[in-house]
T-cell receptor, first 112, second 113 residues
Framework: QKEVEQDPGPLSVPEGAIVSLNCTYS??????FMWYRQYSRKGPELLMY????GNKEDGRFTAQVDKSSKYISLFIRDSQPSDSATYLC????????????FGTGTRLTVIP | DAGITQSPRHKVTETGTPVTLRCHQT?????MYWYRQDPGHGLRLIHY???????DKGEVSDGYSVSRSKTEDFLLTLESATSSQTSVYFC????????????FGEGSRLTVL
């Protein structure tokens, strides 16, 4: 069983839709949770960062962490064509980025 | 953008040849990482460095070695490339502190024939 499971998609939505991206994990020691966005042929860039459980909002993006269910989500409101990218979840325990586990990524296309 | 430059960006080589990928950063970040990205596997850590001459193995380190003689440079070497090492390689950096915010380079696409 992988440490982190993520539905690879692909996911296609019309412009303006609400997008929900999800990851599940098996290691209860994970306490740092991240979402990275990766455009085609580019390196990933950090989008959202959450410590422990709860919600975090940044503009059109909301990250949720449910540690009891070992489930994290990223919501994108009013999706735009510029949101078309692959979204990677990532998480780690107390060792931080030296032992960061990534999901395989969900490819999102927002259709104008 | 964090100043991270990877070279070469693309390389085709033959099985058994040595290959060195270079990562250069201008941010003076302490930590540097080499990942490989493959379909169905996501990003996997190969090696990382927590200072000049201080390196450690990651999840998929077999067949790879690294060196860091200066803060700004982190080299990844495949001593004898194999077809299973065909991948996209990403360098990343991080400041000190226990967070997951990595800054990634643009990637080096390696094909081993």
């Amino acid at each position: 069983q992988k440490e982190v499971e993520q539905d690879p998609g692909p996911l296609s939505v019309p412009e303006g839709a609400i997008v929900s991206l999800n990851c599940t994990y098996s290691n209860s020691a994970f306490q740092y949770f991240m979402w990275y966005r990766q455009y085609s042929r580019k390196g990933p860039e950090l989008l959202m960062y959450t410590y422990s459980s709860g919600n975090k909002e940044d503009g059109r993006f909301t990250a949720q962490v449910d540690k009891s269910s070992k489930y994290i989500s990223l919501f994108i409101r009013d999706s735009q064509p510029s949101d078309s990218a692959t979204y990677l979840c990532a998480m780690s325990g107390s060792s931080g980025a030296n032992n960061l586990f990534f999901g395989t990524g969900t490819r999102l296309t927002v259709i104008p | 953008d964090a100043g991270i430059t990877q070279s070469p960006r693309h390389k085709v080589t033959e099985t058994g040849t040595p290959v060195t990928l270079r990562c250069h950063q201008t941010e003076n970040h302490r930590y540097m990482y080499w990942y490989r990205q493959d379909p169905g596997h996501g990003l996997r850590l190969i090696h990382y460095s927590y200072g000049v001459k201080d390196t450690d193995k990651g999840e998929v380190s077999d067949g790879y070695s690294v060196s860091r003689s200066k803060t700004e440079d982190f080299l990844l070497t495949l001593e004898s490339a194999t077809s299973s090492q065909t991948s996209v390689y990403f360098c990343a950096t991080k400041t000190s502190g226990n967070t997951g915010e990595l800054f990634f380079g643009e990637g080096s696409r390696l094909t081993v024939l």
